[in-house]
Nanobody, 118 residues
Framework: QVQLVESGGGLVQPGGSLRLSCAASGSIGSIYDMGWYRQAPGKQRELVAAVTSGGSANYADSVKGRFTISRDNAKNTVDLQMNSLKPEDTAVYYC????????????WGQGTQVTVSS
């Protein structure tokens, strides 16, 4: 069982930056791929960025060049650095952990609100 707790959300002006952090209760080590998802009102949850257990990252086209995902297996954390934020980035952001072999073994955090507005 893995429990995930997100932090770092808030209100920021367009063009600003925020850093989200996800802390895992258990060891994520090399057995979980990690990702950040977001869900805006009235929209489906979508993948923002993901990093494999091996450290390979991929991003949604809408955030490429602006967001950076990173993981620290020793600290059991996954961060999302968000720069040049736009109003359309406004959403609840969720952290996800998915077992690298048992793909149905997936855990979610409770979410953190990010609001980009002037």
């Amino acid at each position: 069982q893995v429990q995930l707790v997100e932090s770092g959300g808030g209100l920021v002006q367009p063009g600003g930056s925020l850093r989200l952090s996800c802390a895992a209760s258990g060891s994520i080590g090399s057995i979980y791929d990690m990702g950040w998802y977001r869900q805006a009102p009235g929209k489906q949850r979508e993948l923002v960025a993901a990093v494999t257990s091996g450290g390979s990252a991929n991003y949604a086209d809408s955030v490429k060049g602006r967001f950076t995902i990173s993981r620290d297996n020793a600290k059991n954390t996954v961060d999302l650095q968000m720069n040049s934020l736009k109003p359309e980035d406004t959403a609840v952001y969720y952290c996800n952990a998915r077992h690298v072999i048992l793909r149905t073994r997936s855990y979610w955090g409770q979410g953190t609100q990010v609001t980009v507005s002037s």
